[in-house]
Every structure is written in structure tokens, then in C-alpha cells.
């Protein structure tokens, strides 16, 4: 067949696959733009993925989409093979083929996988660590979020941000190809594609992360919104953007802020308006002169109006000049409490979540960050033994940030004693209190609503009645808030533990979380509380 030929019974595959109700057609659009078939007789098809990543992706999620859609537009089985060829990569970026940094090109020995049997070699499931690639040499970042007013220093902006001569889409590296070389005095530029563990329940966030690091603009994921509960890698991922950007495109201005400090950054530059009329100005000026603008933990400024307003013109403004535009939030934007006209705009280009690890990544985080402790802190010997690792990603929650503490416990008690010895009693009794995890692991929403209501004196009856009145309104909030953050639930699911829709349940969390923030009785009864379910 040749290779017209080919490509439009490949289109025609495609097409049918957007046709299946089920298919996400943003993923669609990601990942089969980065395949390439390469022969088909009537029945075997043979397609080439740039790297290993889309191939087992792709394999995972769509290989079983590609022979259903084969067999409707043919009425006979197909056998389909994907195979990794990094010239492909290579001629989509205008780079060359990648030599030592990646593993040698597998020969097209691909997991044939016909209807009959499953696919050989389909779809490891084990986490990967991100592929690595060429060596940048750092350049210097754009001006941080600290310094928001100092705008002289500032690198000049080309004509075109977007898609300046020197660096086409065809001549911008992917941003798989990257390794990590932290900037002492900067730890956010340790936070890189090529030190993110990709597993099940973050891969489709990362790839679409790394899609838009190669493309900032010009992708149909504009904006970006990354969202998922707290320590899971939103900011990680978001940090990997921007320090991949920065030292593949450096001519575009990137600008991370968190919203916390955007929101204080702008109650400072209102304050200070009245003395210095040029200092609201100086601070929108910043942020509308990014190329690439990455907004950190969005929910944070829900119910603050005019700051929110603010993000809200920048947003419109960047977008429409096909700037680049990355939101994260620990809920997705229709769950965030905001005006509809912010959320849906919010929504509008590309919307992920990156859930829970699963063991596996638990697993694999563990042992990398266990070996950059052994080697950035020049103890080789000493190495936290399997077992250990296995008990750390087992107990501890979906929070890494949690799983990583629990690895400098250990090691620093290992260097500190001089135990490398330490055996998994030993660590379990250094990590006795450690895991919040723990408790979480056989808790119930009933559980949490029968502690509520013997704390408040309220009965079961009540608290999931109508009644509104605030002695019954304030501990089914505080119940539902708590069942929001102790159990991996959605809002759809606690709402209907307590007779209530979603909506109602996102208000009570927030309106608690916002009380917790300023009601010092409010967080004492939400601690009380959380210790009374951690003794469960
Ligand atoms: N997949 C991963 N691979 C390696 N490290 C990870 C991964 N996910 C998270 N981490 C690490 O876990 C820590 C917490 O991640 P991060 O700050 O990105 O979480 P987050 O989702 O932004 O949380 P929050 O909503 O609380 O801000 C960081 O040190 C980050 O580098």
C-alpha cells in the first residue's frame, strides 16, 4: 500500500474512533498526532510511536479502540503493532535523533497484538521514570514571583512570542527531552519532566503538561488545568513546564505564581495605590507580559472577587493572544466556588486530573528519592533496604509529600546513628506517627458522621435532614468537610451520604476551609475531631 494510500485508511481509523461515544477526543488528538502508521494489509496494521511513552500509553488506553474501529470499517480482525522509532521524534522536532541520553531504539520488536491474544509486551504498567534526553545549558530564568515589580530586568520579548522564527513548532525539542540540572539557589528548577514518576494515575496529566512545554500556545490545551487533591504533583508539573520552557525557548517570559502570593502581591500593589499610582500597574504589567503565565492552587482565591477579576482580564487577555495559560486547582474548575462565566472559561481548553498513586508509582517515587538522598547527601552506603521502601509506600497516603518525609526520616536516622542496618520494626516505630494515611484506610463516611454527631450532640436523623438551622447546619458542614478531606471521595458521592447535590457539598467545604483560615474555635473542633477518627 502506498503511502497516501496508507495515511487515508490511517484517517479513516482515526475518524472512526472519534466517532465511539466513550473516547476522549483531546487524547485522541495528543497522542495519535504522534503516531505514524507504517504498513497494513488486510489484516495486520503496523503504526511507529515517537518514544516508548506514547507507545505504551496508546497501548493501554487505545489499542482495543483501534481494532474495534478496524473491524467496523472492515468486517475482519486486525492484528495491530505499535513500534517505537525515535527518527520519528526526531523529523516532528526538527532535532536530531536522540544518540546516549535515550535507550537505543528498540527494533521494531513490537507487541503484535492481535485480536485473538493479547498483546505480548502491551502496556507495562509499572511507572516509568520520565524519558531523558539532550543536555540544555541553563540559562537565566525569567524574574521570579517574589520579584514581581522588577520589570527592568525583564528579557526582551521577540515580535511573535508565540512562534518566533528561531524556534518553530518543528524546531522545539519535545519536552520529554530534558534532564534535570537544579539551579542551587532556585529549588523550583529541581522540579523537571525527567524527575516526575509517570504512573496510571498521573500520565495523562504529564503528557499533556509536557505537550504544552513543547507548544506553549499552540495546542488546543489553552488553557491547561491540572487539578487533583494536595501533594500529588500539580506544582511539580507546572514547575516542569516553566523550567522546561525557560531553558528550550528562553526568549519567552515565563511567570509561575502561586495564588496565595499572587493574592497578596495585589492586596500590597491596592494598598499601595493611594501613595503610588504607578504600583497597580507595575503589578498587572508583570503578569500580563508573560508568554507562558502559570497560575498555582486557583481555589485559593474563590470568594476574593477583584483578585479574582484581576486573573480573570489576564486570562482573556493572554489567551486571545494565543499566549499560553496553566491553571491548577485541588478540585475541578465546575467544583470550584466561582462565578459560572470563570469556571467554564476555565474549562475551555484542556482539563486533567491527576488522581492517587497507585502502589507501583508509591513504590517508584520512593526508591528514586531514596537514591538522590544517598547521592546528593554523599552517603552511598547508605541505602534504604527494599523492604523499608515497600512499608513506606504501602502506609503512607496519597499525599507524596508525605511518602517523601517518611524517606528522610529513615535516612537521616540511618546517616545520624550510624545504623545502615535499620531494619522495617525499626522504621516502623521512627514512622509510628507519621502516616495520616493510616487513617484513612478503612474509615467510612458513616464513621465520620456517627464521631460528628456525638461531638455535636446531634442526631443521625438530623444531620442529613433539611434542617438549617446553624446547631445542625455547622456539623453537617464540618462532617462533610471532613469527609471531603479524610476520604478520597468526589463531592457527588459525600452529597449523597447527606441527601444532598454536589453543589451543596462543595459550599460547606468551602465555607469551612475559609472559617478555618480565620475561626481559631472552628480549628479546634476540626482538630479535635480529625484526632478523635485518627484513634478510630
Ligand atoms: N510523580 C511524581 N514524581 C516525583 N515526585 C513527585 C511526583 N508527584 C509529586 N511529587 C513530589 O511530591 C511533592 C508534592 O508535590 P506538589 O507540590 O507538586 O503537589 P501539589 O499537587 O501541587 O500539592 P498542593 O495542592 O498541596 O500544592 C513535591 O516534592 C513533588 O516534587
Known amino acids: 500500500m502506498d503511502s497516501e494510500k496508507l495515511n487515508e485508511q490511517w484517517a479513516r481509523v482515526r475518524t472512526q474512533i472519534m466517532s465511539y461515544p466513550e473516547v476522549n477526543s483531546a487524547e485522541i488528538s495528543a497522542f495519535f498526532s504522534r503516531l505514524e ?19 505504551t500509553w496508546v497501548e493501554q488506553h487505545y489499542l482495543s479502540h483501534i481494532q474495534r474501529a478496524l473491524l467496523d470499517l472492515h468486517g475482519v480482525p486486525f492484528a495491530v503493532a505499535i513500534a517505537v522509532d525515535p527518527a520519528q521524534e526526531a523529523r516532528a522536532t526538527g532535532t536530531p535523533a536522540p544518540q546516549a541520553a535515550t535507550p537505543p531504539a528498540p527494533a521494531p520488536a513490537a507487541a503484535v497484538s492481535s485480536p485473538a491474544a493479547p498483546p505480548v509486551s502491551s502496556a507495562p504498567s509499572a511507572p516509568v521514570a520520565a524519558p531523558a534526553a539532550p543536555d540544555f545549558t541553563p540559562t537565566p530564568s525569567a524574574p521570579t514571583a517574589d520579584q514581581p515589580f522588577a520589570a527592568p530586568t525583564m528579557p526582551a520579548v521577540p515580535e511573535n512570542p508565540v512562534a518566533p522564527a528561531s524556534a518553530t513548532p518543528e524546531s522545539i525539542p519535545t519536552a520529554a527531552a530534558e534532564t534535570t540540572e537544579p539551579q542551587p539557589d532556585n529549588p523550583a528548577s529541581a522540579l523537571t519532566f525527567s524527575n516526575f514518576v509517570i504512573g496510571e494515575s498521573n500520565q495523562m496529566a504529564y503528557s499533556l503538561a509536557n505537550e504544552v512545554a513543547g507548544k506553549p500556545g499552540r495546542t488546543i490545551f489553552n488553557p491547561l488545568f491540572i487539578y487533583g487533591k494536595s501533594g500529588l504533583g500539580k506544582t511539580h508539573l507546572m514547575r516542569a513546564i516553566q523550567n522546561y520552557i525557560d531553558k528550550t525557548q528562553p526568549h519567552l517570559r515565563t ?3 502561586d495564588s496565595a502570593d499572587f493574592l497578596s502581591k495585589y492586596m500590597e500593589a491596592s494598598v499601595a495605590h493611594d501613595r503610588e499610582k504607578a504600583s497597580f500597574k507595575n503589578f498587572k504589567h508583570y503578569y500580563e507580559e508573560a508568554d507562558v503565565l502559570l497560575i498555582d492552587d486557583i481555589q485559593y482565591l474563590q470568594n476574593k472577587k477583584q483578585c479574582l477579576d484581576m486573573v480573570f482580564q489576564l486570562f482573556n487577555s493572554l489567551t486571545a493572544q494565543g499566549k499560553q495559560v496553566v491553571l491548577s486547582a485541588d478540585r475541578a474548575p465546575k467544583n470550584i466556588d466561582v462565578d459560572e ?7 475551555s481548553g484542556g482539563i486533567v486530573e491527576v488522581r492517587p498513586p497507585d502502589i507501583e508509582t508509591k513504590l517508584a517515587i520512593v526508591k528514586r528519592f531514596a537514591d538522590e538522598c544517598s547521592r546528593n547527601e554523599g552517603f552511598s552506603q547508605c541505602a534504604i533496604p527494599d523492604d523499608i521502601q515497600m512499608y513506606i509506600a ?37 514512622l509510628e506517627n507519621h502516616f495520616s494515611g493510616s ?13 460528628v454527631e456525638s461531638f455535636f450532640k446531634v442526631s443521625h436523623a438530623d444531620l442529613i435532614s433539611n434542617k438549617r438551622s446553624r446547631s445542625i447546619a455547622y456539623p453537617r458542614q464540618i462532617a462533610i468537610y471532613l469527609c471531603r478531606q479524610l476520604l478520597d471521595l468526589p463531592y457527588e458521592d459525600i452529597g449523597q451520604k447527606f441527601n444532598r447535590d454536589h453543589s451543596t457539598a462543595i459550599y460547606a467545604v468551602t465555607n469551612i476551609e475559609t472559617r478555618l483560615k480565620k475561626e481559631r474555635e472552628v480549628q479546634e473542633e476540626v482538630e479535635t475531631l480529625q484526632k478523635i477518627i485518627s484513634e478510630l
Open 37 to 55: 502508521p507504517q504498513a497494513m494489509s488486510d489484516s495486520f496494521l503496523m503504526l511507529t510511536a515517537g518514544n516508548e511513552f506514547i507507545k
Open 255 to 257: 511567570v509561575y505564581a
Open 341 to 347: 462565566r470563570y469556571s467554564s472559561r476555565f474549562s
Open 394 to 430: 504501602e502506609n503512607s497516603s496519597s499525599n507524596i509529600r508525605e511518602l517523601l518525609s517518611a524517606v528522610s526520616n529513615v535516612f537521616y536516622r540511618m546517616v545520624f546513628s550510624g545504623q545502615s542496618d535499620i531494619t522495617v520494626e525499626g522504621a516502623r516505630a521512627l
Open 439 to 451: 487513617m484513612a484506610r478503612n474509615l467510612s463516611v458513616e464513621d465520620i458522621q456517627r464521631e
